[in-house]
């Protein structure tokens, strides 16, 4: 079945360090992929989604690329903030109909002024 | 504007009891998703609802859990006889595209506690 697998947390960095959270997926035919993030206290929120193969999601500074021959959807940021601390899910939507998104178990992003 | 709703927040239930818990989506939204999340992992997706149709539930994990949005608005999920490993926070999502092709809208959800 489809499978989304993102490294584990929590993520520990620095104001202005550079971000990578992996996300590596598997599933048939072509999905739409997304990051979500959660901020504390609040419901999940879509981040940036590429819905096809060498697409770039980006959305406030965040940045992601649909790579088909890794099967991966890494999420990245240039220089990060305190305020980005909070909890990244990236998900996939399989093709062929199927209705719900499959998500990652979620990587914690702690950020230290 | 309002975003999509859940009620209660919280609920405890002892071992054996029925839970209701409510969804109210954002206005005019064609579609609604109910999510599982259990402590430390991502969500799971349970069933689908296209207005006021279920056109998915294959992710429902038992016979106990069940699901209706009678006038395509408001949906409730009802736990029947709920058991410890029914413990986890519930998700509603709402979407105003089709079968989940558009942008899901989550709620705060609602966090169940089984003792």
Redesign the interface.
Known sequence: GDS?TQMEGPVTLSEEAFLTINCTYTATGYPSLFW?VQYPG?????LL?ATKADDKGSNKGFEATYRKETTSFHLEKGSVQVSDSAVY?C?L?AGG??????????THLIIQP | GA??SQSPRYKVAKRGQDVALRCDPISGHV?L?W?QQAL???????T?FQNEAQ??KS?LPSDRFFAERPEGSVSTLKIQRTQQEDSAVY?C?SSPAD???G??Y????TRLTVT
């Open positions: 989304v979500y609040e419901g999940l929120q879509l989604k899910f998900a939507k109909g199927a209705d719900g998104l499959t998500f990652g178990k979620g | 975003g999509v579609s998703f999510y430390g992992q991502g969500p799971e997706f349970l689908y056109l998915d992710g998700l999502a079968r989940g092709l942008e899901q989550f709620g705060p959800g």
